[in-house]
């Protein structure tokens, strides 16, 4: 009986941390998971990046895109900083110890191919065989 009652009470403390049910829910449709964790930082974008060690190596940090994304977010929205952080390339977060800015390093910017107006689309570069009838 008292394993059950741990488990509701963590359900209700998971779904408090997400911001109630309506913040639950949001969450599940944009992350397709529920977790809980300790907010290690935020980026200048509006990123949170949290880190819940009871969870598996691989799995036991990860990142809530800023609501500025909408339900468009994917990972190059992630500066590089918070990246080496989110992959394991070092434990020290960039609000901790943050990275030597060198002057050859460029700012970050996201990938903007998704958005239709900044789209690359290549053109035909050789001479079509056919060419389209076209009567006078």
Do not use: C
Request: charged fraction near 25%.
């Amino acid at each position: 009986m008292a394993g059950v009652v741990a488990k509701i009470s963590k359900l209700f403390s998971i779904i408090k941390q997400n911001g109630g049910i309506r913040g639950s829910i949001v969450t599940l449709f944009r992350t397709d998971e529920l977790k809980d964790g300790t907010l290690v930082g935020e980026d200048y974008l509006g990123n949170k990046y949290y880190e819940n060690n009871r969870y598996f190596l691989g799995r036991n940090r990860w990142v809530v895109y800023g609501n500025r994304f909408g339900w468009d977010y994917e990972a190059s929205q992630v500066p590089p900083e918070w990246h080496r952080w989110l992959h394991y390339m070092t434990d020290e977060t960039p609000i901790a110890n943050a990275p030597e800015r060198q002057p050859w390093m460029l700012d970050h910017q996201e990938n903007v191919t998704l958005q239709e107006s900044q789209k690359y689309i290549p053109y035909s570069t050789t001479k079509p065989k056919i060419t389209a009838w076209s009567p006078k």
